[in-house]
């Protein structure tokens, strides 16, 4: 059974960065044909997908957040990670983890198999 779980802060002031990490148990980030992706939903808002890392470590970002936000991963601990640079109250947010089946650029949750229970994220002074 594939285990995702999110970590990292539960809040952040505005203009500080937010780095999160995925830990991923009984399976490995490095298995094809798998491709990890960083998924928020904002308070009232639809998913949006941030980027995804596969299992290649090829990282694909959403435009959207191309300019503030860098994904990577750690195989030696099986964890990929999500750094979101200025963050302003807008990136308040659930992030979840989750793993798909190919490259998958969507926020439709059937489009994954996996996800992780997510982290609150609050931007606040």
């Known amino acids: 059974q594939v285990r995702l779980q999110e970590s990292g802060p539960d809040l952040v002031k505005p203009s500080q960065a937010l780095s999160l990490t995925c830990t991923v148990s009984?399976?490995?980030?490095?298995?094809?044909?798998?491709?990890w992706s960083w998924i928020r939903q904002p308070p009232g808002k639809g998913l949006e997908q941030m980027g995804i890392?596969?299992?290649?470590?090829?990282?694909y970002y959403n435009p959207t957040f191309r300019s503030r936000t860098s994904i990577s991963r750690d195989t030696s601990k099986n964890q990929f990670s999500l750094h979101l640079n200025s963050v302003t109250p807008e990136d308040t947010a659930v992030y979840y983890c989750a793993r798909a089946q190919g490259p998958v650029f969507t926020a439709n949750k059937e489009d994954y198999d996996y996800w992780g229970q997510g982290t609150q994220v609050t931007v606040s002074s």
């Open positions: 890392v596969a299992y290649d470590g090829s990282i």
């Open positions: 009984g399976g490995s980030i490095t298995t094809t044909p798998y491709y």
